[in-house]
Every structure is written in structure tokens, then in C-alpha cells.
């Protein structure tokens, strides 16, 4: 799991999006239609979660909105990958100034 840049600027007015990309693969082969449950908590400890599944390349992006009035520090992310009976997590953080 990664995010495109390790820090971001907020916005004046409006939001800017974090663009979260989970990759999922088992041996190195992708999985495609694993479970993903995403939690970003900001600086304050408030989380947003969310879930989705992996399309056919074993990947999936969310876009992380970051409103002008949001918290600078840092957040931190957990994305969860659930196939069958297996599940695993990575964990990641970006900061917003």
C-alpha cells in the first residue's frame, strides 16, 4: 500500500484528494476480488473508513479527500486485504500541511 507523495499541501478552498493504492498479490500473482477495508485516521485520532475489492490486476486506488479545514499533522492509514479465510495488513501515513 502506498500513497503518491509522503506529504500534502491543503487547499485554500475545496479539497485536494490522496490518491491510496492497494495492491494485493499471493506468490506474486494478483488477487483479483480480495476484500479491502481502509481506515485513514487523522491527527485528531478521527478515522474514515471504507471498503471495496481488488479488480483484475490484484489493485485498487481510493481517493483520500482532504478538505480545506482539515487537521495539518500526520495520518495514518491501515488497509486490510481479505482472501477466503486469510487477511493482511500494511500500514502507511502522509502528512497534510
Known amino acids: 500500500m502506498a500513497t503518491s507523495a509522503s ?7 475545496g479539497s485536494i484528494g490522496v490518491p491510496i493504492v ?9 488477487l483479483a476480488g480480495a ?3 481502509l481506515e485513514v485516521r487523522d491527527p485528531r485520532g478521527r478515522a474514515v473508513t ?3 475489492t481488488t479488480g483484475s490486476n490484484g489493485s485498487v486506488t481510493i481517493n483520500y479527500s482532504v478538505r480545506s479545514d482539515a ?6 492509514v491501515t488497509s486490510r486485504v481479505t482472501q477466503g479465510t486469510s487477511t493482511v495488513a ?3 501515513t502522509f502528512t497534510v500541511q
Open 22 to 30: 492497494t495492491k494485493a498479490t499471493a506468490n506474486g500473482v494478483a
Open 7 to 13: 506529504s500534502y499541501r491543503r487547499s485554500w478552498y
Open 50 to 52: 471504507g471498503t471495496t
Open 90 to 92: 500494511a500500514t502507511t
Open 71 to 76: 487537521p495539518t499533522g500526520t495520518y495514518a
Open 35 to 37: 476484500g479491502v477495508s
